[in-house]
T-cell receptor, first 112, second 114 residues
Framework: SQQGEEDPQALSIQEGENATMNCSYK?????LQWYRQNSGRGLVHLIL?????REKHSGRLRVTLDTSKKSSSLLITASRAADTASYFC????????????FGQGTRLTINP | ETGVTQTPRHLVMGMTNKKSLKCEQH?????MYWYKQSAKKPLELMFV???????ENNSVPSRFSPECPNSSHLFLHLHTLQPEDSALYLC?????????????FGSGTRLTVV
């Protein structure tokens, strides 16, 4: 079953602007992860935020987590054309074996 | 290169063919996964292997048969596929079977069933 849902499904901005993507999930988690996928390629792990953390930074990425609202956001600052990709949130669930479940993703386009 | 290598990158096969997808990781990870990515659908987990034992089979049709001969290699054997099986098949590995760390993905195999 789908655990995370990203919003918006697609986002188009100008280079240099900030991009914000949101993720909502349904069950309790111990961490939430964000991944990037360039067209037709594999996913690349960007950042993991644990349930006891509220905010985390990595370079131009800023992730927040609100466990009371079961939501997370990914902010990319000073966007570049190379940031054009699909972004997915993923959350662990326990159904049999623990595993990561991915949302449908946000397609981000950075216009030069 | 991510450390997870998938071959082939592209595969076209007829519905009566038998083919295999290969995944190899040299990261020292203990868990490996097969995911299916179809257009406009979320990634679907197919199989989970932990320490070479299958711990999850996510209601995948028997025409998909996984094999994990050791902790570095994972195969997906394909037989009598349907056109709707056309998708990007992604292999991933992680340090342990509990998703407390990020997964490392391969570049995927783009499968087309004709």
């Amino acid at each position: 079953s789908q655990q995370g849902e990203e919003d918006p499904q697609a986002l188009s901005i100008q280079e240099g602007e900030n991009a914000t993507m949101n993720c909502s999930y349904k069950t309790s988690i111990n961490n939430l992860q964000w991944y990037r996928q360039n067209s037709g390629r594999g996913l690349v792990h960007l950042i993991l935020i644990r349930s006891n953390e509220r905010e985390k930074h990595s370079g131009r990425l800023r992730v927040t987590l609100d466990t009371s609202k079961k939501s997370s956001s990914l902010l990319i600052t000073a966007s570049r054309a190379a940031d054009t990709a699909s972004y997915f949130c993923a959350t662990p669930i326990i159904q049999g074996a623990q595993k990561l479940v991915f949302g449908q993703g946000t397609r981000l386009t950075i216009n030069p | 290169e991510t450390g997870v290598t998938q071959t082939p990158r592209h595969l076209v096969m007829g519905m009566t063919n038998k083919k295999s997808l290969k995944c190899e990781q040299h990261l020292g990870h203990n868990a490996m996964y097969w995911y299916k990515q179809s257009a406009k659908k979320p990634l679907e987990l197919m199989f989970v292997y932990s320490l070479e034992e299958r711990v999850e089979n996510n209601s995948v049709p028997s025409r998909f048969s996984p094999e994990c001969p050791n902790s570095s290699h994972l195969f997906l054997h394909l037989h009598t596929l349907q056109p709707e099986d056309s998708a990007l098949y992604l292999c991933a590995s992680s340090q342990d079977p509990y998703p407390n760390y990020g997964y490392t993905f391969g570049s995927g195999t783009r499968l087309t069933v004709v």
